[in-house]
């Protein structure tokens, strides 16, 4: 950083120069009267000159003046002598002789001459990092009402192989000082490294290279990379394959059979329908289409689908519906959008910042409940992290305690028994397994507490593109309307002052 004191200087380096190009021009001007004959005749000019030093330091210019009839000519040793006197030494000496002989020679002013010349500073490179592959962003592919999921080359979820390379860190290149025309050096920002570190199946080669290990799904978070493992059902889940229950990712190429359940640690890809199925998804889900009244959809993270029908679903964050929403129960701790001609049909949606559908209800007039600014289910979720955390972290002091009652009663030379090595294995293997879900709980608390303090202040509402239907309830804040008579593009919003829900052009 640069010092109150350097700033001081430079401003100070600034103020001369400026004063000396104002009477360097001043010197100019006398010259071209004298050439014009403006001054008188007998005016006897000697040879001079003037210089002045750059703002970064690095060049020493000189305007040289000639002298007129009967005047000295230039010295160059008494410009050499006036820049030293001034601490200057990198002077480029037969730059000036050449110079201060053109100008007595041909009697006219030279301007910025070069007489010094420093060595600028080689500026510091800092470290990158460039990734072999596009980690997907929540929300970077979208589904058309028409058609089903476009799916690219390697699926919505992205798939490496063993010994892929992901990541490349290349490292800082340090920059080398200068030297200004005083000879003082001139230093440069030392530069930033930039850390990745290698996660579960990824291996780091030379500090330098990040290549997976196992087949998978590769993850970033934060400046952690990892692969996670991803299972792959060719077709539908069914009798022939019987529940799905996997730690990491899961593709499922076909449908989701009735009362067939599908556990999944990661993201989840369903590219044809699940009907009445069971689904817990830890990360973000794309299913093309849900259907039946018994369906149970649990999503801790985004939700993309085609369509929904019957049954509930409930989303961590944004949910997203190319088609239609109908007769469902449908809950997102962020946003609903209905992309859809038919929208919103029947059911009770349910979102913490907004609704937006091109039509809400049906001309029969199909009882629809739309709610925005809901907390309950994120801080019901809330309550249910922090006591799993508790009894999780109670756990592993448990563990902790009888451990270090253990050990110390195994002295050298008395080894502990096999059957103790088992069992301090398993409790081992336990302990890590714990750490680690009390780590996916507390980043799932953040992510709850972050979404609660931005609605804390915020304006949610309930857009409708075209035709909401009599029959329609639109609720912001447990404040309640029901729709008596058709509506079109419009916008529901809650105003605060006397605390009634009133309506908007749709925006």
């Known amino acids: 950083m640069t010092s109150h004191d350097d700033l001081e200087e430079r401003r100070i380096e600034l103020g001369v120069a400026m004063a000396e190009s104002s009477l360097d021009k001043l010197l100019v001007d006398l010259g071209k009267l004298v050439e014009e004959g403006e001054l008188p005749d007998n005016e006897v000019l000697h040879g001079s000159f003037s210089y002045r030093v750059s703002v970064d330091r690095l060049t020493v210019f000189l305007d040289l003046f000639p002298p007129t009839e009967g005047g000295e000519p230039l010295e160059s ?25 053109e100008c007595n020679r041909e009697r006219k002013t030279l301007q910025r001459v070069v007489a010094a010349q420093g060595i600028p500073p080689k500026p510091s490179k800092n470290g990158s990092i460039r990734y072999n592959i596009p980690f997907r962003e929540n929300g970077s592919e979208t589904i058309d009402e028409e058609k089903k999921v476009d799916y690219k080359d390697r699926g919505t979820i992205l798939f490496v192989d063993v010994g892929e390379e992901l990541a490349y860190v290349d490292p800082p290149e340090e920059g080398e000082p200068g030297k200004d025309v005083y000879g003082r050096q001139i230093p440069v920002t030392p530069p930033e490294r930039l850390f990745l570190s290698a996660g579960k199946g990824v291996e780091c080669v030379d500090g330098r290279v990040f290549k997976a ?40 190429h076909g449908n989701v059979a009735e009362g067939f359940s599908i556990v999944c640690g990661g993201d989840l890809e369903i590219r044809g329908t699940a009907e009445s199925a069971s689904i817990s998804v830890v990360g973000n889900a794309k299913i093309n289409s849900i259907i039946g009244e018994n369906s149970k ?46 929208g919103i049909i029947g059911g009770h949606l349910v979102a913490l910042d907004k609704i937006e559908t091109t039509v809400a209800g049906a001309p029969m007039g199909t009882a629809t409940v739309l709610e925005v ?16 955390i508790d009894k999780g972290q109670d756990v592993l002091n448990k563990i902790y305690q009888v451990v270090k009652a253990i050990l110390p009663r195994f002295k050298e030379g ?12 398993i ?17 799932r608390e953040m992510v709850i507490r972050r979404q609660m303090a931005q609605m804390s202040g915020a304006f949610p509402t309930v857009s409708v593109r075209q035709k909401v239907y009599p029959g329609v309830e639109v609720v912001i804040y447990n404040v309640r309307k ?25 925006s």
């Open 77 to 101: 040793l008494s410009i050499f002598q006036a820049l030293r006197e001034h601490g200057i030494d990198e002077i480029l000496e037969e730059n000036v002789i050449f110079a201060v002989s």
């Open 373 to 388: 600014g809901v907390m309950a289910h994120l801080k019901a979720e809330l309550a249910d992290l922090e006591s799993r």
């Open 213 to 252: 290990t196992v087949q998978g799904q590769p993850v970033l978070r934060g400046q952690e990379i990892s692969v996670r493992e991803v299972y792959i059902v060719s077709g539908d889940v069914n009798l022939s394959t019987g529940n799905v229950d996997f730690a990491g990712s899961v593709v499922v």
């Open 414 to 425: 008395h080894p502990v028994p096999s059957s103790m090595k088992e069992r301090l294995k």
């Open 297 to 342: 959809i649990d999503v801790k993270g985004s939700l993309e689908a085609r369509f929904i029908q019957g049954g509930e679903v409930k989303v961590g964050e944004d949910v997203v519906v190319g088609s239609y929403v109908l007769h469902s129960y449908l809950q997102a701790g962020g946003s609903i959008v209905v992309k859809g001609r038919k």
């Open 482 to 506: 029901a729709v008596r008579e058709e509506l079109r593009f419009v916008t529901f919003f809650r105003d605060a002052d006397n605390n009634q829900i009133k309506e908007s052009p749709y």
């Open 427 to 443: 409790v081992q293997d336990k302990k890590e397994a714990l750490t680690e879900a009390i780590q996916g709980w507390k980043g």
